[in-house]
């Protein structure tokens, strides 16, 4: 559609369900409808989505990697059902100190290193350069150079910048301005 073939990233909890610590249990009550709709303008934009996200709790024992795809193939049916899609989800399992023997590991798909980003972006053989993260904490700010990022302004500490958004509906808006300014380039 765009030449300029560009990624949106997504944080998972916080952004696309409510963060209410280690969440591996699915109901659609945790679904925030704003970012649903952004997906959705995104898809129609022609913008490949990818959700990136920490699970951590794997490595802490305290779920599955099984219980992780169950959600994601609940959360995915949802969308869909409401016209949205995701078209990928990467998961970092590991941590470098915290749990289990198996899962510990200084990864670089752990956030805010950025093996997840690269893994996404090329099996959606999108760029780097302009593609968009959003997220609500501090390690959603990626090391990885040209790519964007809009952060919540939620319960975490985040050093104040000009990607940071005081509210979701901000923050819904601006990704919103930002896919479809894209267009201008192409
Ligand atoms: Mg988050």
């Not at 969440?23 to 022609?46: F, M």
């Not at 990864?107 to 290193?113: A, E, G, H, Q």
């Amino acid at each position: 559609m765009t030449s300029a073939k560009v990624a949106l990233l997504l944080d998972r909890d916080g952004i696309i369900n409510i963060d209410s610590g280690y969440v591996y249990k699915y109901s659609d009550e945790i679904i925030y409808p704003d970012i649903l709709e952004v997906v959705k303008e995104a898809n129609v934009l022609g913008i490949p989505v990818a959700i990136v996200t920490n699970q951590a709790g794997i490595a802490r024992g305290m779920y599955k990697v099984s219980d992780v795809d169950s959600f994601h193939k609940h959360l995915k049916n949802f969308y869909q059902e409401n016209g949205a899609r995701i078209d990928h989800i990467e998961i970092c399992p590991f941590h470098k100190d915290k749990g289990e023997e198996m899962w510990k590991f200084d990864s670089l798909l752990r956030k805010p290193n950025p093996g997840m980003h690269l893994k996404a972006l090329s099996q959606l053989m999108c760029k780097v350069e302009g593609s968009l993260m959003i997220g609500d904490k501090q390690s959603d700010r990626i090391n990885l150079l040209g790519l964007k990022t809009l952060l919540l302004q939620g319960d975490y500490e985040i050093t104040p910048a000009n990607d940071l958004c005081q509210s979701r509906q901000e923050l819904c808006q601006k990704i919103s301005n930002y896919l479809n300014n894209l267009l201008d380039f192409s």
